[in-house]
């Protein structure tokens, strides 16, 4: 059974950075695209970066120089460093492969 499970969201103030895990299983996790993605309130979801089992990277233009992803295929895990985070970043993070998503990290950006 394939399962991705996040951690690390959190409260942070503005400015601040977050490093977001998702540990994969029940799967070939290096044949895989990994995909972050969120949901602020009220909105839908919206694609935040992905990478490629051979580390090849892509990222949405407002989290472009501040987000990085990363992923060990060893441990079977990505890894998302959040700097230099906004408020309007604050959202459920979604660790997701095609046709299955874990349940979410809250990240909350706030004084």
Not at 3 to 22: H, I, K, N, T
Not at 59 to 80: E, P, Q, W
Request: glycine share 12%; hydrophobic share 35%.
């Amino acid at each position: 059974e394939v399962q991705l499970v996040e951690s690390g969201g959190g409260l942070v103030q503005p400015g601040g950075s977050l490093r977001l895990s998702c540990a994969a299983s029940g799967f070939t996790f290096s044949d895989y695209v990994m995909t972050l993605a969120r949901q602020a309130p009220g909105k839908g979801l919206e694609w935040v970066c992905n990478i490629s089992g051979f580390g090849t990277t892509d990222y949405l233009h407002s989290v472009k120089g501040r987000f990085t992803i990363s992923r060990d295929n060893a441990k079977n895990t990505v890894y998302l460093q959040m700097n230099l985070l906004k408020p309007e970043d604050t959202a459920i993070y979604y660790c997701m492969r095609v046709s299955w998503r874990g349940q979410g990290t809250q990240v909350t950006v706030s004084s």
